[in-house]
């Protein structure tokens, strides 16, 4: 009788061929996935506000009829209606959402990702005046067209 070939072993180095291609493809992906993590978490405690140049700013502290509320409301409720006072200054503006009445700035438009207050000539041209919200993560980043009321 012959002698008979010996069988090959290729199963294990297929498979382990596999699992080098799957740990370089997946390494970097769950290593930008947990930066990115790790940026907003890091990001949303450094979070600061400056209002644009470009454009008029909410004057500090106006005048209101409208009672003001016991806390401030979180920047991202702002939406498209609401009615807003800056208790800040000029260069730091805190604003307050507020029932709209006379002396308040009425948010026209909210422009989400963007810093440029001079979006608000083009977007909303009745705005009187601008806010923005410059965060460390841009996506974050927002422009509140204004318009005195």
Request: glycine share 6%; proline share 11%.
């Given at each position: 009788?012959?002698?008979?070939?010996?069988?090959?072993?290729?199963?294990?180095?297929?498979?382990?061929?596999i699992?080098l291609?799957?740990?370089?493809?997946?390494?970097p992906c769950?290593?930008?996935?947990?930066w990115?993590?790790?940026r907003?978490?890091?990001a949303s405690?450094d979070?600061?506000r400056?209002?644009a140049t470009?454009?008029?700013?909410v004057p500090?502290?106006l005048?209101s009829?409208?009672p003001?509320s016991?806390?401030p409301?979180?920047?991202d409720?702002?939406a498209?209606?609401?009615c807003?006072?800056?208790?800040g200054t000029?260069?730091?503006a805190?604003?307050?959402?507020?029932?709209?009445?006379?002396?308040?700035?009425?948010?026209l438009l909210?422009i989400?990702?963007?810093?440029d207050g001079d979006?608000?000539e083009?977007?909303?041209p009745?705005?009187?005046?601008?806010?923005?919200?410059?965060?460390?993560?841009?996506l974050?980043?927002?422009?509140l067209?204004?318009?005195?009321?």
């Amino acid at each position: 009788m012959p002698p008979v070939a010996p069988v090959k072993k290729t199963g294990g180095k297929v498979a382990l061929i596999i699992t080098l291609v799957l740990l370089l493809v997946l390494c970097p992906c769950l290593g930008l996935a947990g930066w990115a993590v790790w940026r907003v978490a890091d990001a949303s405690g450094d979070a600061t506000r400056t209002p644009a140049t470009s454009a008029p700013v909410v004057p500090p502290a106006l005048p209101s009829d409208a009672p003001p509320s016991a806390a401030p409301t979180p920047d991202d409720e702002f939406a498209k209606g609401d009615c807003v006072v800056n208790d800040g200054t000029e260069d730091d503006a805190e604003l307050r959402k507020v029932p709209c009445g006379p002396n308040t700035y009425q948010v026209l438009l909210r422009i989400p990702a963007t810093t440029d207050g001079d979006r608000c000539e083009t977007l909303a041209p009745q705005a009187t005046a601008n806010y923005v919200h410059d965060n460390s993560v841009d996506l974050f980043d927002y422009v509140l067209c204004l318009k005195k009321r």
